[in-house]
């Protein structure tokens, strides 16, 4: 049976109204209006402008240097202190950074918050660069010797350098597993109570606030350095105490942030503590504590060179040797041998991070 004609005819007009009305929403576009600059908070740069005014005089009455910086203006000779004047146009530049990009009030108060303590500090440790130059002719020996380093010493001295790696090695194994039963008993997802949680938390601060060559120090004092042959002993206990500070801060921050949706549902079934820590806590921290581990590994060479100075042993040692002889260019050739194998590690541990992940 034939359709009728006026339904042949318009479904043709049906559709090339509809072609139409598609054309004409695909080439029209919302426009929207650009958000405008956030306004500029003029009373604050006012204030902080006077803050700066009054750092400025603070700094002229309480300087010790009496350098100072002749302005001519015309027929006029004026003369201004040298350092709080540099740090007047520091903190004028910073200001007029914040004011060209529009920044916030509280943005622009930490940046001029900023400069003043910089400047503070700076000027009670009477930092200044111009020394460098001044003695630059004490330098020409040691660079010359750094520009011709003796690499034949660095392999004479390989069981220095096997002892810096056993150190590291033994002191990250033990560190990351003690670091790691203190970082389940600091975090409140794995720990017993909250008692015990303060309490850890403090003993790792603790250990965390004394640098490694302060543990290599006590340890020396205690035991006995390289004169008594104990110098390796020491040398592993300090950066054993230092990885468990890294390691237990890092991990512990990790298992605060790990999904509680595992943990909930564990707590449901009835585990236990030690049987919610390995079903639902450990399998989301081990990828990071891996990862950390490596990362202490790395910490641990370099370490290792530094706290040798005070006598545990290791390449430091002979470097601290050879620093007191004057001979540079033995000195040139471990430093540059200290930044290869430091990079070795480096790549070797990325790419035990790229294979694990």
């Known amino acids: 049976m034939n359709a009728p004609a006026w339904t042949s005819g318009a479904r043709p007009q049906a559709a090339r109204t509809s072609q139409r009305a598609t054309e004409q929403t695909s080439t029209e576009r919302p426009t929207t209006a650009r958000p405008s600059p956030p306004r500029r908070p003029v009373p604050t ?27 001519p203006l015309g027929s006029l000779r004026l003369w201004a202190p040298l350092n709080p004047l540099l740090g007047l146009a520091a903190m004028l530049a910073v200001l007029a950074l914040c004011w060209r990009i529009r920044a916030g009030a509280t943005a622009a108060t930490g940046a001029l918050g900023f400069m003043i303590v910089t400047y503070w500090a700076g000027a009670t440790i009477d930092f200044t660069l111009s020394s460098i130059w001044e003695r630059w002719s004490n330098l020409e020996g040691q ?21 810096t790696l056993c150190m590291a090695i033994v002191a990250t194994g033990f560190g990351c597993a003690i670091g790691l039963l203190l970082a389940l008993l600091a975090s409140p997802v794995s720990s017993p109570n909250n008692v015990v949680s303060q309490a850890v938390k403090a003993l ?22 390289t004169a008594y042959g104990l110098g390796p002993l020491a040398g592993v206990l300090a950066l054993l105490m230092f990885n468990i500070g890294i390691v237990a801060k890092l991990v512990g921050e990790t298992t605060d942030g790990i999904a509680p949706g595992p943990v909930e549902a564990v707590d449901a079934a009835g585990a236990r503590l030690w049987q919610r820590n390995r079903l639902a806590v450990l399998p989301q921290i081990l ?23 005070v006598g545990v042993g290791g390449i430091g040692s002979e470097l601290n040797l050879q620093m007191n002889r004057f001979a540079w260019e033995n000195v040139a050739a471990l430093m540059y041998a200290l930044v290869a194998v430091v990079l070795l590690v480096d790549l070797l541990s990325l790419w035990i991070r790229r294979r694990l992940l």
Do not use: H
């Open 143 to 163: 660079l010359a010797a750094f520009v011709d380093p003796n690499w034949a010493y660095v392999v004479s001295v390989w069981p220095d350098w096997l002892t």
């Open 287 to 309: 990828p990071g504590f891996v990862s950390y581990g490596l990362y202490v590994f790395e910490l641990n060479i370099r370490a290792s060179a530094a706290i040798g100075i």
């Open 45 to 71: 740069y006012l204030g902080l402008l006077g803050v700066a005014v009054v750092a400025f005089a603070v700094f002229c009455l309480t300087r010790e240097s009496g350098t100072v910086l002749y302005l």
């Open 204 to 225: 790792n601060s603790v250990v965390r606030s004394i640098p490694d060559v302060g543990w290599a120090l006590l340890f020396v004092a205690m035991i006995g350095g």
